[in-house]
């Protein structure tokens, strides 16, 4: 499966929005588990806080995507101040943002000009994204999204945590049951953002 094909998945899988994580938790709660704060602390992170969370990046990801080809999604907001060396390495390469995502994005971008939309797809296996997983623990990296065609899941990490995204009430109880050590124990971080007015998705059967 090539990017187009994968993405042309995901706007079909996620209603056209962007794969950004704490905007789809709203559009998209039916199907969000909440395996997505992995540090208790608000202290800055030392460099072996970062080293944890990307090892529970990989090990939340592994448990939904290995054997499976996933799209690896990538927003830059300003190219310029983000370390985009990891997604080079991956084959990354640059794609036109789908119609609507500049508009739904748009109080988020400093200069929607400068902003760069960039994916690649490969097939998972574990430690695949380590470097990835690190860059993103340690905030050198804008927003990042690994998409699965195949079932759907989404997983959106950041600086402190991920949202994950997962289609089927058992499997998220699953998911949820492994990693029970790892859920919030706090209110949710992220960005305030403002429900959207319009009808939310619901889980397909």
Known sequence: MNVQEALDAWQAQYSSQPPVGFMLRF????VWTRI????????????DDDRRTAARF????????????????????????????????LGATPIPPPEGWIETLREYLPDSGRAEFVGATLLWQRGCLDDLWMAVARDL?????????????????????ADVFVWGAERRSKLGDRFRAWLPSAA??????????????????
């Open 27 to 30: 559009t998209h709660e039916s």
């Open 188 to 205: 949710l971080p992220g960005p305030t953002v403002k429900r959207p007015a319009g009808k939310m998705a619901a889980e397909k059967s």
């Open 58 to 89: 990989d090990a939340v990801a592994s448990a939904l995507f290995t054997g499976t080809t996933v799209l690896v999604l990538a927003i830059h907001l300003d190219p310029r101040d983000e370390d985009m060396t990891e997604l080079r390495a």
């Open 36 to 47: 997505h704060y992995l540090r208790d602390s608000a202290a800055p992170a030392t460099i």
């Open 141 to 161: 990296i804008g927003r990042i999204a690994v998409f699965c065609p195949m079932t759907g899941d989404a997983f959106c990490p950041y600086g402190g945590g």
